[in-house]
């Protein structure tokens, strides 16, 4: 069997693409639409469903004028049609008139239909310290 | 096929059982062991391969003198022989002396193997606010 950590890695990217070019069009693209699609922003509570999730992205991406990732660390894992990523986004981005830089954790859940990665499942949070 | 969320979900009060209990002996038994195996404590940087893991729970528990989990809103789902977990984790903890109430978000991926549901991956951040 082909080894998925490429088409998984592309769908990673894919998700950081169109989170920076603030597209909502290509997140709907990127993500599974259904009631078991979870995410969770950092410091924000669970959103449960597509309509949620697409909700907070529309949210986000409106009050965002600008938004650079830099991921790094990326490690994929696999089994069967289901593939979790984590990596560290490295965020240079701009929100109502405020330039921040902020480096997250990611999780992301991917699964694969008909041949597709897609997103089911993204879990975001602030690095603090290095332990506490 | 047999429903798995049941089983998945006894796995996951397991995994809060040997937290609650501070049991490394229980956590050993929780988690499946590998490189591949991954954990993020609220706030913390990536752990990664289980002999990081297996030391960042020692630490916590040498640390901590009592711990008590109300686990709520726990949400199953699961892609042939993985598992994805959400949690509300409602925490009331002594740690060195201070006692803290806090809520944690947590995912936590199972893979069954041999029948067992094991954690490979525990993704766990504060809930800061209602969006930002």
Same mark, same amino acid.
């Not at 995410?39 to 949210?59: F, I, K, M, N, T």
């Not at 409106?62 to 790094?72: G, H, W």
């Given at each position: 069997?082909?080894?998925?950590?490429?088409?998984v890695? #592309? #769908?990673?990217?894919?998700?950081?693409?169109?989170f920076?070019?603030?597209?909502?069009?290509?997140?709907d693209?990127?993500?599974?639409?259904g009631?078991?699609?979870?995410? $969770?922003?950092? %410091?924000?509570?669970?959103l449960v469903?597509?309509? #949620? $999730?697409?909700?907070s992205w529309?949210?986000?991406? #409106?009050?965002?004028?600008?938004m650079?990732?830099? $991921?790094?660390?990326?490690r $994929?894992?696999?089994? %069967?049609?289901?593939?979790?990523?984590t990596?560290?986004?490295?965020?240079?981005?701009?929100?109502r008139g405020?330039?921040?830089v902020?480096?997250v954790?990611a999780?992301?859940?991917f699964?694969?239909?008909? %041949?597709?990665?897609?997103?089911v499942?993204?879990?975001?949070?602030?690095?603090?310290a290095?332990s506490?």
């Amino acid at each position: 069997m082909t080894d998925p950590a490429p088409a998984v890695e #592309a #769908a990673n990217a894919g998700f950081y693409r169109a989170f920076e070019a603030l597209d909502l069009a290509a997140m709907d693209r990127v993500w599974a639409h259904g009631a078991y699609v979870k995410c $969770v922003h950092p %410091g924000w509570p669970l959103l449960v469903g597509w309509d #949620a $999730v697409r909700a907070s992205w529309e949210q986000i991406f #409106a009050s965002t004028a600008e938004m650079r990732f830099t $991921v790094a660390d990326v490690r $994929v894992a696999s089994v %069967g049609n289901l593939a979790w990523v984590t990596c560290t986004e490295n965020i240079l981005s701009e929100v109502r008139g405020r330039v921040g830089v902020t480096t997250v954790l990611a999780t992301n859940v991917f699964e694969r239909v008909d %041949g597709r990665w897609r997103l089911v499942h993204h879990h975001a949070s602030h690095v603090l310290a290095a332990s506490p």
